[in-house]
Nanobody, 122 residues
Framework: QVELVESGGGLVPAGGSLRLSCAAS????????MGWFRQAPGKEREFVAV????????YYADSVKGRFTISRDNAKNTVYLQMNSLKPEDTAVYYC???????????????WGQGTQVTVTS
């Protein structure tokens, strides 16, 4: 079993920044890909960003590219999402996720966190 716990969400004005954290515990693997999804009320959950186990490969949704940065600290089993230049359309519950392989992460993560709310005001 893998437990993922997100933190760092909150209320921020448009143009502001937040940094989300996700700490993994339990049956974790250092080579797991880790990343983030988000879901707004009435909308489907959408992919945001993913990072490979080594940190050498990252991939972002077009909607956040250039504004969000994903990183990880394997010694702490933690992945981060630095969100800059936030827009009201970024408002959503953000979920941490992990998968044993990088391939397939966007469509089929293996484990999910409980989510953390991010609200961006106009």
């Amino acid at each position: 079993q893998v437990e993922l716990v997100e933190s760092g969400g909150g209320l921020v004005p448009a143009g502001g920044s937040l940094r989300l954290s996700c700490a993994a515990s339990g049956r974790t693997f250092s080579r797991d890909a880790m990343g983030w999804f988000r879901q707004a009320p009435g909308k489907e959950r959408e992919f945001v960003a993913v990072i490979s186990w080594s940190g050498d490969i990252t991939y972002y949704a077009d909607s956040v590219k250039g504004r969000f940065t994903i990183s990880r600290d394997n010694a702490k089993n933690t992945v981060y999402l630095q969100m800059n230049s936030l827009k009201p359309e970024d408002t959503a519950v953000y979920y941490c996720a992990t998968r044993r392989t990088y391939s397939g992460f966007v469509t089929s993560p293996n484990y999910w966190g409980q989510g953390t709310q991010v609200t961006v005001t106009s």
